[in-house]
């Protein structure tokens, strides 16, 4: 099918500085675990968006020295020819592919934590950080001025060296030096680099003279300038930027030294407000508080804002908000999306759905990310996977029987169909696919989720070789009967339904779901089992399911007591960058917020809590308890299954494995991995264990040989 | 000076199974972050001990396969041929110290996250963990366990080939799989590994018997033994073990399988209970619930429980308590401690004072360990320092003046004088020497960090080039005229008399400790400023000095609130596993903890506070408000001599250093490296700026010249 002309535009090459974009895509900043030190991941993740279309690729943060240390967070770094040498595969990668490519430069100021190197670290003031523990840092004098500014001048070379084509001055999320010169809520200075505007932009215009003068055109320059830090409560106010104020004020005074501004916005403690989760913000949400920057510049200006659609790129684009489409979250989900665009094929865009588990696993510090639409990201070089290209099974003359379309059993289908099984059946009790996705896109704020689904619906539907069948139910007879050689479970998981959970290991005494005044999650989303006016949620997941649930039921005018054993609501969206908006809007809504402490039992109309610390009693008055204790796989089916061999094996059958939920339940990422993995590796000699995956690590006496992806998958890791 | 013969005792060999520890001196598992990936700070690290005496040394917890993979925690791996080759570098320098090397096997069972691999966890029952998150494990069935059990056999003969002597069998803390499986309270299984305690012990049983049979004589086989859970509130109550029930009956059960007990106690939420800050915990706090270990076996027993005494290292064996003194953070404070007991020279011994920043930081995961006492910790291969050994400066004949005697001051002043600089004069305007530490001892439970002090005041005595003078005051034209050529400034910091701190990044209105109603800590502990009987303390610390000063007046009888912003009283303390009891025992001291709140104004007699998410005021009355907001660092006398270059030359001051609280107010641990690393680097090109350090990574195109000391200590890293 072929392209609309209407988005055409976003394949026009534009001109930054030296050096030219071949399209309107731009993969901006964003973490992914790999930093410098693993740099197979780095440069195979980095040059798989390339292969995909993205115009520019860039790095994570990338530390200019020892003392921008942010361990235990990953991040990358251009200390010494090492890590040159280490970023500079990924500059060959890229150029192989067409693509620029861009290193973020940054030094971390007064949020660098040393952990690492134990150096001091140095800001504008001598301010405390919310990332480091339990110091300020050293206030700049003139010698260390130099001495920083003389770090970004030989950062910059090494870059240059190590290939990039664009140098993106970090400025912005006051996570960046250059960003806390700036803001006066940061800058106390009384010298010529503080006080009034031009002092505390008098850092940033060194730092970029400096950086031209040693560069000159061998690589174009951009800021990443965060224009507005946004009226938050507990924020920066009238000490941060606005843009119709400074954040304005700055692009024309800096406008003369930079090739491309790359805008944003938001501030570190809430980066929520940048990064932003569908939850609370839909795409180019930045609009109204980046609009103005053409206006007060003659260089192409980059926007965010979890662009998935091409028809809002088209639009900002036109309306004269931008001129290149950054994104970040959106490669991650697909890589090729701008390909997919081109091609015209926009049914086989896997949309990002905002959930943010990427950023998850960085906030966490250490892990590679991982993606609930994109199993393979992270993934290009560890495992060899590839987005969009899937060999031929060695058994694909099997057919194989998939039992449960939730996540797990819609991901395993797809990926086996497009490794050409013979036969792929895919058969799901309910009416429809979808598994907990059928329900939890219907939790407040989580609408976009269901994108999830629908991709793999889309997809599904195109592959021949697969059938979906549902409202079908399948015994382990039927099972054995169906005639496939391979067999696959994916039958999920429930919540429990007698309040076990991980704090005693024990049900509630009381809980009992088939009682009237005690319900589920499920029970209450796809059963419409009644709920009274008092209601109080009993959370244990940590997650969006106890805070779903409580918010739905207070906008449906409940009185909501929201209970939970740890220290604030859902903290897993403290990672996912949920947790403010979260903790605020439920409080809001009139939720009572109880933190740190158990439900002792449930007994009809009254629930007895216990303070962790103290043991101290309350009694909340409730007429339903819903209990987010701990889920439970639905795996009798594959018990059943695998219990007698001899009948397998009667029936033909050489395979049978547990995906998903009923494996073990986690994240929706990790189901769709468990299903992909599986479907990658089902011509494997034992599918059921993980092939091993390289680990990039400092191997004493080792050669290049030792992290060739042939060794490593052939045994260098056992597993 | 020649030992005691008392002592002697602690040197006599002892036999475990097929091998000879030669001495009574083991350093148990404990965590570095050097893991697997750094093979060279992972073997110098060890041999160091090893050089000091220690008969035995292990390494961290270490996984036996993916499936048990801690990310973001770093733990020691021997998953394939290349952990077998990094972890062989240890084995092989400690044999060349005479000692043996131990190795602990790790499965992790429900704990093992699975953030890198994305394995699902396997354990006895679908249970979930307090550290994984939102997932039960996957409870094993037979051919799980086959697997397993088939993974532990691997992982011990790959450690037999790297050349481990000692496999210690992980089996406590409820971290370890063979705990879990014993510990009813996580072990629900109705077959023959669940119910009874023969069913629950039969998965180390068989484990035990696998191993024995693939390793025969080749390595002594120990277990660590996790014998007590222990009565804790929200604990495992009588589903966990006590010593004097299934403890003892498990040792005698599985006795014919090992050739040692390594005995503690704890469990993991409470790991403090076995790693137990000297805050709640005295030396050999574990005597009373390991004490009958040894009247139920034949084989040697090993004990930790910080010992740092010769005298109650004698005790214990002499008691029949023990046989082998184990110990970690001992051996951590002070690599050389068995080789100083030796020697009889116990003042010269470095003892750990119980802090627990070491264990901080494998909390946060990532970076390396630190140690309060000991700077040169996890320095001895990136940056080559050796704890005892000092080369003679190259400039060694100048004169240094130091000023000021806390952390920073006393350590510079004591390695410059091993250096042997040719006279150092530690000069301080205290009547004695300690700077914080003449205080921060004094709150409750922190009398041993005065060990901080005690040590270096016993080693500047020593030093005959070292002269330390108190009481004596120095301006800028007192430092100018002195006549060192060599002034380091460490004046130390106080904490902000006007409720400075990183929330608002400006004082507090009305905060203000030259009026009567609110006080610094300072004041309150050196200067004896009188508080009223209702106390506010605001706590933006997170660490040790909010609530040691709010424990210290409710103890005087005080009224005390506890106001923080965080969402727990002193969240650093959960790294130093120093939280749970903090948090309990605040309470029971009837200290008002308000949580999540900010203060925000100071008036006479009452304080406005506001809840950080709904901003609700509410007002506290308080006779005093106990600031502790922020530290300011005292560097006007540096900043003073830095302005005037010409006075420096004129004075023939060729160096002008700051270090410590004066240069970046941070944990003592750091103050104390502050002083360390510029006396190490002294005669360095810029002692200002820290030499590089060896960065342990996988280098494309490297050779295993790219990691030499010599290499990296030259420029390999800019710094």
Redesign the interface.
């Known amino acids: 099918m072929a392209r609309d002309p209407k988005y055409d535009i976003l394949f026009e090459p534009i001109q930054i500085g030296p050096k030219v974009l071949p399209n309107r895509f731009f993969q901006v900043a964003h973490c992914n675990g790999a930093g410098?030190?693993?740099?197979?991941f780095q440069s195979h993740f980095r040059a798989m968006k390339a292969e995909g279309g993205w115009g520019a690729v860039c790095t994570e943060y990338c530390s200019i020295?020892?003392e921008s240390d942010d361990?235990?967070r990953v991040s990358a770094r251009l200390?010494?020819?090492?890590d040159v040498?280490?970023l500079?595969?990924m500059c060959d990668m890229l150029h192989d592919q067409g693509a620029l490519a861009a290193v973020e430069i940054w030094h971390g100021g007064l949020n660098a934590c040393g952990?690492?190197?134990?150096?001091?670290?140095r800001g504008a003031?001598?301010?405390?950080?919310?990332f480091a523990?339990?110091?300020?840092?050293?206030e700049m004098?003139k010698?260390d001025i130099r001495?920083v500014q003389q770090m970004y001048v030989?950062a910059c070379k090494r870059a240059r060296d190590a290939g990039f084509d664009i140098l993106v001055l970090y400025c912005a999320h006051n996570e960046a030096l250059l960003h806390q010169f700036l803001l006066p809520?940061?800058n106390?200075r009384t010298d010529e680099y503080g006080g009034s505007f031009e002092n505390r932009a008098r850092f940033s215009r060194e730092v970029l003279e400096q950086v031209r003068e040693a560069i000159g055109d061998d690589c174009a320059i951009s800021i990443r300038f965060g224009v507005d830090t946004l009226d938050l409560?507990?924020g920066l106010g009238d000490?941060g930027i606005r843009q119709e104020g400074e954040g304005v004020q700055f692009i024309e005074h800096m406008d003369d030294l930079v090739d491309m501004w790359d805008i944003n916005v938001g501030w570190a403690v809430e980066w929520g407000e940048d990064a932003a989760p569908s939850r609370t913000h839909a795409e180019n949400h930045e609009g109204p508080f980046v609009d103005k920057v053409k206006q007060h510049t003659k260089k192409p200006v980059l926007n965010v804002g979890r662009f998935v659609n091409p028809d809002t790129m088209v639009e900002v684009i036109e309306s004269g908000q931008c001129d290149i489409i950054g994104a970040a979250r959106p490669s991650i989900a697909d890589p090729f999306l701008p390909q997919k665009i081109k091609e015209g094929r926009l049914d086989d865009i896997r949309e990002c759905i905002g959930c943010n588990v990427c950023i998850s696993?960085w906030e966490?510090?250490?892990?590679?990310l991982?993606c609930t639409q994109n199993a393979t990201s992270g993934e290009e070089y560890r495992r060899g996977w590839h987005p969009e290209k899937f060999t031929t099974a060695a058994n694909a003359d099997n057919d194989v029987l998939v039992i449960g379309a939730g996540p797990a059993g819609m991901e395993c289908a797809m990926v086996l169909g497009k490794r050409g099984m013979r036969r792929v059946h895919l058969v799901e009790s309910a009416p429809e696919i979808g598994g907990q996705m059928r329900w939890v896109p219907k939790l407040p704020g989580l609408g976009e989720w269901g994108r999830v689904v629908n991709y793999r619906q889309i997809q599904l539907d195109k592959l021949k070789n697969v059938e979906v069948m549902t409202g079908t139910t399948l015994d382990a007879e039927g099972v054995l009967e169906y005639g496939a050689e391979i067999v696959v479970v994916a039958t999920g998981s429930h919540w429990a339904h007698d309040g076990f959970?991980?704090?005693t290991?024990e049900p509630i005494p009381g809980a009992d779901a088939s009682l009237e005044h005690v319900v589920t999650p499920e029970q209450v989303m796809l059963e419409g089992k009644s709920v009274g006016q008092r209601v109080l949620v009993y959370d244990?997941?940590?997650?969006f399911t106890g805070v779903g649930m409580a918010e739905k039921l207070v906008r449906e005018g409940k009185d909501v007591t929201y209970v939970t054993a740890f220290?604030?609501v859902a903290p897993?969206t403290r990672y996912t960058l949920e947790y403010p908006r979260l903790?605020?809007s439920l409080?809001?809504l009139g939720i009572d917020v109880v933190?740190e402490h158990?439900v002792v039992s449930i007994e009809p109309g009254s629930v007895p809590l216990a303070d962790?610390?103290?043991?101290e009693e309350r009694v909340v008055e409730a007429d339903t308890v819903v209990l987010v204790t701990?889920?439970?796989?639905d795996d009798a089916l594959y018990?059943q299954l695998?219990a007698d061999e001899d009948a397998l094996a009667d029936a033909g059958i050489n395979g049978l494995y547990q995906i998903g939920d009923c494996?073990?339940?986690?994240?929706i990422a990790?189901a769709v991995?468990?299903g992909h993995?599986l479907a990658r590796e089902i011509d494997s000699p034992n599918p059921r264990?993980?092939l091993?995956?390289i680990?990039?690590?400092?191997?004493?006496?080792?050669t290049?040989e030792?992290?060739r992806l042939d060794s490593a998958a052939t045994?260098?890791?056992?597993?």
């Open positions: 410098s030190e693993r740099p197979g020295g020892p361990v235990h200390w010494d020819d090492g040498r280490n500079g595969l952990l690492e190197s134990r150096v001091p670290a003031s001598a301010i405390g950080s919310p523990f339990m110091r300020p840092c050293k004098d010698q001495e030989d809520f940061f106390r409560p507990h000490r696993r966490i510090g250490g892990p590679p991982v959970q991980g704090l290991n244990c997941e940590t997650y220290d604030g897993y903790s605020r409080r809001e933190l158990v962790i610390w103290t043991d701990q889920r439970v796989p018990q695998a494996l073990l339940p986690s994240l990790e991995f468990s993995r264990v993980p091993p995956y680990r990039e690590r400092r191997l004493v006496n080792a290049e030792d992290f045994g260098a890791v056992a597993g």
